[in-house]
């Protein structure tokens, strides 16, 4: 939102040292209030005990509308606006997936080698066991010039195509 986005600005600016803030073309539509930032701390904005997903930027709004959809597939969703990249929250991280082990990631950017990628080698780095994961995002190849709503559509960033995947690959 940009209200989270100014807020992410602002604390930027407080850390005295380099940061770099992503934030996609338009708007995202989504207006909730925005919590407190604290330097590498991720927020539960949706609490739930089936499936976990930790949404990354411009993804929490459909990660949210999401969520609602599965409660018609009777899953309990769990929905984290996972604010940094880096440092990643590792203690939400390991409170999570104590409990969880249904995890997705959903990001709009590159799935290989992103966010989802960088929660993958915590799991392994931890030695996590059992955790079904999904990474969700764009494929590691050229995406053709468009505008931003036909192209979350095409790749299923858009609530429909997550709930439609996790409906399909979690579920």
Known sequence: STKEL???????????KPAAIRYPRGNSGLS?????????????IKKGKDIVLFALGSMVGPALEAAEMLKGAHADVVVINARF??????????????RIKKVVTIEEGVASGGFGSAIAEFIARENIKNITLELIGLPDEFVEHGARTELL?????????????IKTEIL
Do not use: C, H, Q
């Not at 100014?6 to 005295?16: D, I, Q, R, V």
């Not at 440092?87 to 104590?98: A, F, N, R």
């Not at 299923?156 to 997550?162: F, K, P, Q, R, V």
């Open 6 to 16: 100014e807020a992410m600005l602002e604390f930027g600016l407080t850390l005295n």
């Open 32 to 44: 909730m209030p925005v919590s407190d930032i604290e330097l590498g701390r991720f927020e539960k």
């Open 153 to 165: 559509n095409k790749y299923n960033l858009n609530a429909e195509g997550i709930a439609n995947l």
């Open 85 to 98: 990249v880096k440092p990643l929250d590792e203690v939400m991280l390991e409170e999570t997936l104590s």
